[in-house]
């Protein structure tokens, strides 16, 4: 999580909302532990990692909801057995759960 607090206070000073995204579990086999973190700024730009390849546009995606009000955070799933998942490309045979939530200031 440190790598990305620079960006995240670049991005607090010029005004922008954030959101942070974290794994926060991992069954079987996962790209990145519970705790790898993941900052989305409101127009978009992105700081550290959660997993890797296309779950990551997914993230973001979700991150980007969480900012425009859709929902005040919300716990992703991704995992090979589910069809969406598999759909953003999670193929490493786990599931990986990740926290996406506004950061507030």
């Known amino acids: ?14 005004g922008k909302r954030v959101a942070l995204a974290r794994v926060v579990a991992v069954e079987g086999s996962g790209p990145r532990l519970p705790g790898a973190a993941m ?12 997993s890797g390849g296309c779950v990551e546009g997914a993230v973001v995606t979700e991150a980007l909801g969480v ?16 069809d969406e998942a598999f759909a953003v490309g999670l193929t490493c045979g786990g599931i990986i759960s990740v926290f996406v939530e506004p950061l507030e200031w």
């Open 67 to 82: 900012l425009s009000g859709s929902a005040p955070a919300k716990l992703c799933t991704f995992g090979y057995s589910d």
């Open 39 to 50: 900052a989305v700024s409101e127009d978009g730009e992105v700081a550290g990692s959660v």
């Open 1 to 14: 999580m440190r790598e990305i607090l620079d960006d995240i206070e670049r991005w607090q000073a010029q």
